[in-house]
């Protein structure tokens, strides 16, 4: 299971960080996801963290403000949000894949590649 908090209202230009914690022994060989859902529009990309070497990977909308990083003794990854813009208002999702043998260093990007997904937690930025 995933259990994402950390979201709430902050101002353009505010930070917020996300975090996921799952459950199970296996967090460490998951690579991690977050995406993103906006009213009205499909859920999309945010970036993703590997589980072998700790690569991240970033949609553009987000590099140089988002960071993602992992805990793995506490079993969370985390979503730093800087310089928030209303824009990046949405219900922020993380999600694991299990990959395969072989598969630790890749990024993963694409909504059905991940095997586990979190409840969501929602991120309103006012202008």
């Known amino acids: 299971q995933l259990q994402a908090s950390g979201g709430g209202l902050v101002q353009a230009g505010g930070s917020l960080r996300l975090a996921c914690a799952a459950s199970g022994r296996t967090f460490s060989r998951y690579t991690m996801g977050w995406f993103r859902q906006a009213p009205g529009k499909e859920r999309e990309f945010v970036g993703a963290?590997?589980?072998?070497?700790?690569?991240?990977y970033y949609a553009e909308s987000v590099k140089g403000r988002f960071t993602i990083s992992r805990d793995n003794a506490k079993n969370t990854v985390y979503l730093q949000m800087n310089s928030l813009k209303p824009e990046d208002t949405a219900v922020y999702y993380c999600a694991a894949k299990v990959p395969p043998a072989g598969g630790g260093n890749t990024i993963y990007t694409r909504r059905p590649m991940y095997d586990y997904w979190g409840q969501g937690t929602e991120v309103t930025v006012s202008s």
């Open positions: 963290i590997t589980s072998s070497s700790g690569r991240t």
